[in-house]
């Protein structure tokens, strides 16, 4: 049964950068990753969400529910979304056993990247007709993760030490597995 594992960061942390070079190094050291990226399945799936909080829940939530009737056919599935809400990235650990990776990064390099312009919206006079009102992080909530079980600052490091960084854990997450008992007793 593969493991699920769920990031959490703001648009522009480098989700998808660090995603697709996990994808590469799978690849190359025969471990299988499937990537279910937010912004991706916010064109199928979830089609039709949008970001008010209710939505943004119900967005991880069915990612969750996807990853896990997937999961058995790989060592990883990873869920790439903002994933916002405390309250969405625990039920996914209840439910799913999913591990949360946080890709940290300050919102002063977050304004400088802006690979998709979405902070400059953001930034917009109130009464501009192109003002993005809800962008995470800026005008709308980003729980701080109380318990994350990897942290990433990417406004630190670059591209290739998060890539290590998450490499590493993954290594240990597949390593850990042992029997599925915790007797003593061999079996
Ligand atoms: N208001 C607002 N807030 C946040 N993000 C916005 C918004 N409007 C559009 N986008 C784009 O949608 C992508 C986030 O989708 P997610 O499914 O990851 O979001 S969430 O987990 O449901 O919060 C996000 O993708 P990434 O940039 O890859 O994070 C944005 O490109
Ligand atoms: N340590 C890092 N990890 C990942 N991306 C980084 C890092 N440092 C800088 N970047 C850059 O930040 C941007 C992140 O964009 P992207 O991966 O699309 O973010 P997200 O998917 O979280 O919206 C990319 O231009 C990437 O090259």
New binding site residues.
């Given amino acids: 049964m593969g493991q699920i594992i769920q990031f959490t960061?703001?648009?522009?942390?480098g989700?998808?950068t660090l995603s697709a070079a996990l994808l590469t190094w799978g690849q190359t050291h025969d471990i299988s990753i499937k990537l279910i990226?937010?912004?991706v399945?916010?064109q199928t799936l979830?089609k039709d969400?949008g970001?008010s909080k209710a939505?943004?829940l119900e967005?991880?939530a069915r990612?969750g529910a996807y990853a896990a009737t997937i999961a058995a056919d790989y060592d990883f599935v990873i869920i790439?979304?903002?994933?916002?809400y405390e309250e969405?990235r625990t039920k996914l650990k209840q439910l799913y056993n999913a591990a949360l990776v946080w890709l940290r990064c300050d919102i002063d390099t977050l304004i400088n990247r802006d690979?998709?312009g979405?902070y400059k919206k953001?930034l917009l006079p109130d009464d501009h007709p192109e003002k993005?009102?809800?962008?995470?992080g800026l005008n709308?909530t980003f729980d701080t993760p109380l318990s994350p079980d990897l942290i990433i600052d990417t406004g630190h490091t670059n591209a290739n030490e998060a890539l290590a960084a998450a490499v590493d854990f993954l290594n240990q997450r597949l390593h850990r597995q042992g029997p599925a008992t915790d007797s003593p007793f061999p079996i």
Avoid: E, M, V, W
Wanted: with cysteine; glycine share 12%.
């Fill in positions: 960061g703001l648009s522009g942390a989700k998808t990226d937010g912004d399945y916010r979830c969400l970001f939505d943004r967005n991880i990612l790439a979304a903002i994933n916002p969405g690979p998709k979405l953001a993005i009102h809800n962008l995470t709308d």
